[in-house]
């Protein structure tokens, strides 16, 4: 009979511990499970940000680029009001020459008319 008791006691302690490695199985299972999630969260989250970031770099240099355009023509701009400041600074030398010349040439008119 204490021979049956000591196996029925090992029998017992075995199932015992088979339950406990059962549950401590399934308890590491369910976290490798929850940390799976997680990474495969933070890599969708990671993947989202690499693309906006780079949509925001296309974006960037393409503003780049047109800003650079809007300084060129800008510049042409600034060229071709200077060479316009230069003919109207020269037309109005030459108005002024002639306005000069007319006068001189009223005067003597004015004089021999009186």
Known sequence: M?????KN???IILAVLSCVFF????????SAMRQKAGRDKEMVARLQLEEKMNKFSQERSALE??????????EEAKAALEETKKVLAQEQLANQSLKDELKKT????E???K
């Open 2 to 6: 204490d021979d049956r008791l000591t």
């Open 9 to 11: 006691r090992i029998v």
């Open 23 to 30: 549950f401590a199985t399934l308890s590491s299972c369910n």
């Open 65 to 74: 680029e047109r800003a650079k355009a809007k300084e060129k023509e800008a």
């Open 106 to 109: 009223a005067k003597p008119k």
């Open 111 to 113: 004089l021999s008319g």
